[in-house]
């Protein structure tokens, strides 16, 4: 079966620090990847998507970049965070046709203060 | 591009009443409607989905509806229990042409609350 990791869980930064939060995928082969954000518990914003070793697309601009430096993992990465990049982080997956549903990790709380 | 809008934003029921929540489209090409249930702290789960080929579908105590003239979908959840309290997101996207082509949009959620 498939399973999805997130670390770390929770991250306290400081405004101005870098930032690097990592999803890796088991279980399956050339999943598309997904980033997305969510403040205040509630709204999911798409912010990036892979289907594919370095090929990432952006939704939204924004102080974060992301990469896929192999198959199955997807960073998400700042080089320096922002008060409002405080968040709830989500990776997701999903298979590569058209018709896949998204599988969600745990996700990583971050604080920039 | 696709919009979703959820109603209600909060529900409150008591243990063992049924609860509905309600989303509605923009975008007439989209066929794949998930729901998702994320609790405190964690990642949303996929509870149950339904393509645009049929009207409704149950698992359990769960069950969606789909009316595609009207672009709305439906979650039913009945003789709901305390560990059925979370945040309900519903999504929907077009899985073959559309401006949502491939995107999963999100409704705001619904925080809801089973008393027991």
């Known amino acids: 079966s498939q399973t999805i990791h997130q670390w770390p869980a929770t991250l306290v930064q400081p405004v101005g620090s870098p930032l690097s939060l990592e999803c890796t995928v088991e279980?399956?082969?050339?999943?598309?990847l997904y980033w997305y954000r969510q403040a205040a518990g509630r709204g999911l914003q798409l912010l990036f998507y892979?289907?594919?070793?370095?090929?990432i697309s952006s939704e939204v601009p924004q102080n974060l970049s992301a990469s896929r430096p192999q198959d199955r993992q997807f960073i998400l990465s700042s080089k320096k965070l922002l008060l409002s990049d405080s968040g709830f982080y989500l990776c997701?997956?999903?298979?590569?046709?058209?018709?896949?549903?998204?599988?969600f990790g745990p996700g990583t709380r971050l604080l920039v203060l | 591009g696709e919009n979703v809008e959820q109603h209600p934003s909060t529900l409150s029921v008591q243990e063992g009443d049924s609860a509905v929540i309600k989303c509605t489209y923009s975008d007439s090409a989209s066929n794949y409607f998930p729901w998702y249930k994320q609790e405190l702290g964690k990642g949303p789960q996929l509870i149950i989905d339904?393509?645009?080929?049929?009207g409704e579908k149950k698992d359990q105590r769960i069950a969606v509806t789909l009316n595609k003239t009207a672009k709305h979908f439906s979650l039913h959840i009945t003789e709901t229990q305390p560990e059925d309290s979370a945040v309900y997101f519903c999504?929907?996207?077009?899985?073959?042409?559309?401006?949502?082509?491939?995107?999963?949009?999100f409704g705001q959620g619904t925080i809801l609350t089973v008393h027991p």
């Open positions: 997701a997956w999903s298979t590569g046709t058209p018709q896949e549903t998204q599988y």
């Open positions: 892979s289907v594919g070793i370095g090929q």
């Open positions: 279980g399956t082969s050339n999943p598309n």
């Open positions: 999504a929907a996207k077009a899985t073959a042409g559309g401006t949502s082509y491939g995107k999963l949009t």
């Open positions: 339904i393509r645009s080929n049929v």
